[in-house]
T-cell receptor, first 113, second 110 residues
Framework: ETGVTQSPTHLIKTRGQQVTLRCSSQ?????VSWYQQALGQGPQFIFQ???????GRGNFPPRFSGLQFPNYSSELNVNALELDDSALYLC????????????FGPGTRLTVT | QQQVKQSPQSLIVQKGGISIINCAYE??????FPWYQQFPGKGPALLIA?????SEKKEGRFTISFNKSAKQFSLHIMDSQPGDSATYFC?????????FGTGTRLQVFP
């Protein structure tokens, strides 16, 4: 059984640029949630995708958007990057949208300069 | 209302000792309370979880104690080992999402 994978591992972008982060969910999981983890903080919920539809969104602006594909993999897109977007972006998958037993990937470290 | 307050921020324990991390919440709609362990450079890993209809759950050296009336729950790590040194996060589920605490950095010294 393959766990949650994310790419790339690290990324450096300039303020104002756009970025796409990718996530492959664990086998058998149809729900992907994205979190932002600032240094020294707990993960903050960005949004969740369940069967290719957005199912809930946290307190993040519209320049954070996402997609889920038929194989349940997912993308997180961030437009007009700001310095405060520098963080570890975590993808988590679960069997369904109830997020009982949610499993995280290793994250993508994004640095905005 | 959407917050989960976690304490202490950091904890130093000697090998073989008991580590205790506490969390408190206000929102009675929370219905599932997991604990995650995170090592540097890694994503959080699910450690143990509890639902509010039970007061305690034990898995190996890890125990969650849950006090529904006080809206508090805690993680106890018995016989703490240097390999337990990591950051621990409590979380609570509300409407298909997890709300995380701010984390506790645990250091276990030999």
């Amino acid at each position: 059984e393959t766990g949650v994978t994310q790419s790339p591992t690290h990324l450096i972008k300039t303020r104002g640029q756009q970025v796409t982060l990718r996530c492959s969910s664990q086998s058998g999981h149809n729900t992907v949630s994205w979190y932002q983890q600032a240094l020294g903080q707990g993960p903050q919920f960005i949004f969740q995708y369940y069967r290719e539809e957005e199912n809930g969104r946290g307190n993040f602006p519209p320049r954070f958007s996402g997609l889920q594909f038929p194989n349940y993999s997912s993308e997180l897109n961030v437009n007009a990057l700001e310095l405060d977007d520098s963080a570890l972006y975590l993808c988590a998958s679960s069997v369904d949208r109830t997020v009982y037993e949610q499993y995280f990937g290793p994250g993508t470290r994004l640095t905005v300069t | 209302q959407q917050q989960v307050k976690q304490s202490p921020q950091s904890l130093i324990v000697q090998k073989g000792g008991i580590s205790i991390i506490n969390c408190a919440y206000e929102n009675t709609a929370f219905d599932y309370f997991p604990w995650y362990q995170q090592f540097p450079g890694k994503g959080p890993a699910l450690l143990i979880a509890i639902r509010p209809d039970v007061s305690e759950k034990k898995e190996g050296r890890f125990t969650i104690s849950f006090n529904k009336s006080a809206k508090q729950f805690s993680l106890h790590i018995m016989d703490s080992q240097p390999g337990d040194s990591a950051t621990y996060f409590c979380a609570a589920r509300n409407t298909d999402k997890l709300i995380f605490g701010t984390g506790t950095r645990l250091q276990v010294f030999p």
